[in-house]
């Protein structure tokens, strides 16, 4: 299919690799990802995304994909779930479904850059997947680079396989 792809698209797409997890139930450490939330620096807030923050997070480029599969707040909080990490009362880090299925999420993590390498990704997504074990929800994580695969792994995820992906600039395409 690749092959079909390039030759199609010649010079109109990006080739990108991601990286998939095992899809395994009851492999999380409760505890630990506990410990991770339990970490969580004194000069930060943890939030449950609610409208406020709905909005807050819609808003900035940096994270505006936490919330932007869901057509309205009301969409949001009647299929979404999320936390973010607020800073100065401002949002500096989310963990977010980027979609949802009947059984789980799967998560979107974003934080802004010049709050990264703190630990406060860790963080937040160890929160959305306490919460979406207690909700009875599979917490689901491809990830798109080989950090969010280690964050993944240390979270108790499990590597599976890389796969290859491709992203088609519609901009370079004819219209016929």
């Given at each position: 299919?690749?092959?079909?792809?390039?030759?199609?698209?010649?010079?109109?797409?990006?080739?990108y690799?991601?990286y998939?997890v095992?899809k395994?139930?009851?492999?999380?450490?409760?505890?630990?990802?506990?410990m991770?939330?339990?970490?969580l620096?004194?000069?930060?807030d943890?939030q449950?995304?609610?409208?406020r923050?709905y909005?807050?997070?819609?808003q900035?480029?940096?994270?505006?994909d936490l919330?932007?599969q869901?057509?309205?707040?009301?969409?949001?909080?009647n299929?979404?779930i999320?936390?973010?990490?607020?800073?100065?009362?401002k949002?500096?880090?989310?963990?977010?479904?980027?979609?949802?299925?009947d059984?789980?999420i799967?998560?979107?993590?974003?934080?802004?850059?010049?709050?990264?390498?703190?630990?406060?990704?860790?963080?937040c997504?160890?929160?959305?997947?306490l919460?979406?074990?207690?909700?009875?929800?599979?917490?689901?994580?491809?990830?798109?680079?080989?950090?969010?695969?280690?964050?993944?792994?240390?979270?108790g995820?499990?590597?599976?396989k890389?796969?290859?992906?491709?992203?088609i600039?519609?901009?370079?395409?004819?219209?016929?």
């Amino acid at each position: 299919m690749g092959a079909l792809i390039e030759k199609e698209y010649e010079g109109k797409y990006k080739k990108y690799f991601r990286y998939a997890v095992k899809k395994e139930k009851d492999i999380f450490d409760i505890a630990k990802l506990q410990m991770f939330v339990d970490k969580l620096p004194s000069q930060y807030d943890l939030q449950l995304i609610d409208e406020r923050l709905y909005e807050l997070v819609s808003q900035e480029k940096w994270s505006s994909d936490l919330c932007s599969q869901f057509s309205s707040y009301d969409d949001y909080k009647n299929r979404g779930i999320g936390y973010a990490i607020l800073h100065l009362g401002k949002p500096v880090c989310g963990a977010s479904s980027y979609t949802v299925y009947d059984e789980g999420i799967e998560i979107e993590i974003d934080t802004k850059e010049e709050y990264r390498q703190k630990g406060l990704a860790t963080i937040c997504a160890a929160k959305l997947i306490l919460e979406c074990i207690d909700r009875g929800l599979y917490p689901s994580w491809d990830a798109a680079n080989k950090e969010s695969l280690a964050l993944a792994e240390k979270l108790g995820y499990h590597f599976d396989k890389e796969y290859i992906t491709y992203e088609i600039d519609c901009t370079k395409l004819e219209r016929t």
